[in-house]
């Protein structure tokens, strides 16, 4: 490890450093690429942007995944919503003998706090509650890069509906990158969790060639859902007027389900490779003005 990856390394731990100071470090440590905060390309940099001063107070609610849930209902309707089992401010009030033998717990206040249980008899109960506490100690503004949008999100956890599809040990799970309420092309996770696979293709169905390196390119060729274009209705709709937002949906036997709202996909800390997809992507997030002097945008 060089000198410099070294340095950057201890000072990506000094989270009392000014947003506009830590985050190019944390952006550097990386992705191995300078940021200037004044002049943006890059997806990724602009996503720092995003992160540094693009601040609506509602993108609390909405990456908040039982907060956003009232957003969903007026935006689509409620019946875009997977089934909602039980709320806790705490992990003790978790009660397993009251859940159905198939559940979901998720943390609403951050990534990957997911305990998928599709056989509550093979459940580590003491593991299960161990990992709930530990979510329940997080925040993920300070777990990650500044994530503002988390800063403010209450900790919980929700238990929902195990989603099943027929033929498949896995869910497929739609992601759609929106700039200015408008959806230019999706991700398609595959087999998360098992084999972990990826692929991007563009809303008339053409499998696109940019990837991350850090996920498996799915070779094959996917399906399109019968429901796509309600899919591509429901991730505009919900967008609305955001320069840029990931919109997360499931196709559950051709019935349209929402997933969740992402203003920071990978903590903006994932390339796309060729690299010039990086700018390609860039280019489609339109920043809002930041007036000289001004420390943050509130208005969407």
């Known amino acids: 490890m060089g000198v410099k990856k070294l340095l950057y390394g201890i000072l990506k731990k000094m989270k009392f450093l000014p947003p506009e100071t830590y985050i190019p470090i944390y952006y550097e440590y990386y992705l191995g690429k300078k940021l200037d905060l004044n002049n943006p390309v890059e997806f990724n940099q602009k996503i720092q942007w995003l992160k540094t001063y ?45 859940l159905p033998h198939q559940f979901v717990i998720k943390g609403v206040h951050g990534f990957h706090f997911n305990l998928i249980v599709n056989d509550k008899t093979k459940l580590n109960r003491k593991r299960a509650r161990f990992l709930m506490n530990k979510w329940m100690s997080k925040n993920q503004y300070f777990r990650g890069g500044f994530e503002w949008a988390y800063k403010n999100v209450p900790p919980r956890l929700i238990a929902e509906k195990f989603l099943t599809e027929m033929d498949k040990d896995v869910i497929l799970d739609y992601k759609f990158f929106c700039f200015n309420g408008e959806p230019k092309f999706l991700q398609i996770d595959v087999e998360r969790g098992i084999n972990d696979q990826r692929a991007f293709y563009d809303l008339e169905w053409n499998k696109l060639e940019f990837y991350n390196k850090e996920n498996k390119v799915y070779e094959g060729e996917m399906t399109q859902p019968e429901n796509f274009e309600e899919m591509v209705w429901a991730a505009r709709t919900l967008a609305d007027k955001f320069p840029f937002v990931r919109v997360d949906l499931y196709s559950i036997r051709n019935k349209t389900i929402f997933g969740e709202m992402t203003f920071y996909p990978s903590d903006g800390r994932k390339d796309f490779h060729p690299l010039k997809y990086n700018k390609i992507l860039g280019d489609y997030i339109q920043l809002p003005h930041l007036a000289e002097g001004q420390k943050e945008i509130k208005e969407i």
């Open 54 to 98: 693009y601040h609506p107070d509602i993108l609390t609610q909405l990456v908040d995944k039982y907060s956003v849930r009232e957003y969903v209902k007026e935006k689509i309707g409620a019946q875009y919503l997977n089934e909602l089992i039980a709320v806790y401010d705490k992990a003790s009030k978790v009660n397993f003998d009251e």
